[in-house]
């Protein structure tokens, strides 16, 4: 019985591992974009720099940061108060029990002064 309940524990850790092996990247790289988001949003403000010059700007950086987007994931709204910025994307994670689909929400504004 006590080599049964190790076995079982050394399932459950394994499988925590595992677990966590997979997904913790795409947090840590959603928590990356959002930091370079609110560095873009910050830079871009008083600068002429159109929309489209903007989202390919938040592409670049999203490629650095292993994140793929497309331009229909990116929001950019500029106005007289400042520069914001939205990026909704998932992220599909194959897993051995079922897929998993994580959608993920980076939103940064920048409020002139």
Known sequence: MGKLKG????????????????MIPPYF???QLQDDL???????SYTQTNE????QIVIT???ADDVTL??????V????DGLGISVHYRVHLDMV?????????????????
């Open 7 to 22: 076995l079982i524990f050394l399932g459950i850790v394994a499988a925590g591992v595992y677990v966590g092996w997979n």
């Open 29 to 31: 790289n959603n928590y």
């Open 97 to 113: 029990v079922r897929p998993v689909d994580l959608d993920f929400t980076a939103n940064s504004l920048n409020k002139r002064i």
């Open 38 to 44: 609110d560095d873009i949003a910050r830079r871009n």
């Open 77 to 80: 709204t500029r106005g007289p």
């Open 52 to 55: 489209d010059g903007v989202k």
């Open 61 to 63: 950086k999203a490629k």
């Open 70 to 75: 497309k331009d229909e994931n990116i929001t």
